[in-house]
């Protein structure tokens, strides 16, 4: 289950969000001030976390921007709509005002939760049992993972967006010279015979095609 992070230095708040976040499957880190949610977040990643803005220490608007990607949603007495419009364009994913009900605080962790979960979604594409993870440019194989030169991952990825078709030499090198101007017709061939063990070690197949004189395909007939 997801696991979600409360900063908020009232100790019966953080508690009672605590209690209703377990008792709905989820688990919970706590922290009671900014500078002890900052040492948290060095140290694990949470799926979530519901920040308060009055903090002792750092405020809550000095600790947001220090949170990267993951969806923080603002519990905040402050009410003022310029302050939540400033938090909304600063990096929050959402804002509720304390008092708040526990059902509708609930809800949107669920609704924040489930965009992450689809954003999440979009940045692997798979293709027979190889996926790639176009965030972490890493491949990933029977549990196993490879991390790929930005290369071998700008290859990959249009080899996967165009599975099992012939894709020509000048056509991979036209459509990868944004990422990887520095590629040539004859280092390709490297990248290539880089990029197929790298796939032989994960799945035993190397999964790449050579056409002659024409290009590469990606198949698992290797």
């Known amino acids: 289950m997801p696991n979600i992070l409360i900063i908020d230095d009232d100790a019966h ?13 989820y688990t ?11 040492m948290l977040l060095s140290h694990s990643k949470p799926d979530l976390v519901l920040l308060d ?15 990267k990607d993951i969806p923080v949603i603002v519990v905040s007495a402050k009410a003022d709509v310029t302050n939540k419009v400033d938090l909304l364009i600063g990096g929050a ?4 005002t ?36 176009t965030d972490r440019h890493i491949v990933i194989s029977n549990g196993k993972e490879q991390k790929l030169t930005r290369t071998e991952f700008a290859i990959l990825k249009l080899l996967i967006h165009n599975p099992e078709q012939v894709v020509a030499k000048l056509t ?7 990422d990887t101007p520095d590629c040539t017709e004859d280092s390709l061939k490297i990248h290539i015979y880089n990029l ?8 035993g197949k190397e999964y790449i095609s050579s056409v002659w004189g024409i290009g590469f395909m990606l198949n698992d007939k290797s």
Do not use: C, H, W
């Open 98 to 133: 304390k008092p708040f009900d526990m059902k509708e605080l609930l809800a949107r962790i669920t609704v924040q939760l489930r965009k992450n979960e689809t954003a999440a979604n979009k940045m692997l594409i798979t293709y027979k049992d190889i996926t790639l993870d």
């Open 196 to 203: 197929r063990k790298k796939l032989k070690i994960l799945t």
């Open 172 to 178: 991979i090198l036209d459509r990868i010279s944004m």
């Open 13 to 25: 708040i953080n508690d009672i969000v605590s209690k209703a976040l377990k008792s709905e499957g």
């Open 28 to 38: 919970v880190s706590q922290a009671y001030s900014g500078t002890e949610a900052l």
């Open 93 to 96: 994913a959402d804002y509720i």
């Open 53 to 67: 803005l009055m903090l002792p220490g750092l405020s809550g608007e000095e600790v947001l921007p220090q949170i």
